[in-house]
Nanobody, 122 residues
Framework: QVQLVESGGGLVQAGGSLRLSCAAS????????MGWFRQAPGKEREFVAT????????YYADSAKGRFTISRDNAKNTVYLQMNSLKPEDTAVYYC???????????????WGQGTQVTVSS
């Protein structure tokens, strides 16, 4: 399995920006579709964005479209989530995940990081 470690979370004011990173190790990074998910207190984990192995295709939740950008650097074994125009409702623990399937098959994500907290104040 691939090991994933997220970083870049923190406290930001509404309207601000954060960039999350997820470093992968253990298996060839380019073999995996990568994704970002989040879980707010008292809520189920939800999909945010996914990216194909080459980075050429992406898929976003409606809540992320136009504000968040997922990208990857296969040479650095890292996937990123650039988050702009943050809102208090974006407050959650953000998880990086890896899949051997499609960017659209969200149930295929079987390797998870430990998460990084993002808090957006109003």
């Amino acid at each position: 399995q691939v090991q994933l470690v997220e970083s870049g979370g923190g406290l930001v004011q509404a309207g601000g920006s954060l960039r999350l990173s997820c470093a992968a190790s253990g298996r060839p990074f380019s073999n995996y579709v990568m994704g970002w998910f989040r879980q707010a207190p008292g809520k189920e984990r939800e999909f945010v964005a996914t990216i194909s192995r080459s980075g050429g295709s992406t898929y976003y939740a409606d809540s992320a479209k136009g504000r968040f950008t997922i990208s990857r650097d296969n040479a650095k074994n890292t996937v990123y989530l650039q988050m702009n125009s943050l809102k208090p409702e974006d407050t959650a623990v953000y998880y990086c995940a890896a899949s051997s399937s499609s960017i659209y098959y969200l149930e295929g994500f079987g390797s998870w990081g430990q998460g990084t907290q993002v808090t957006v104040s109003s």
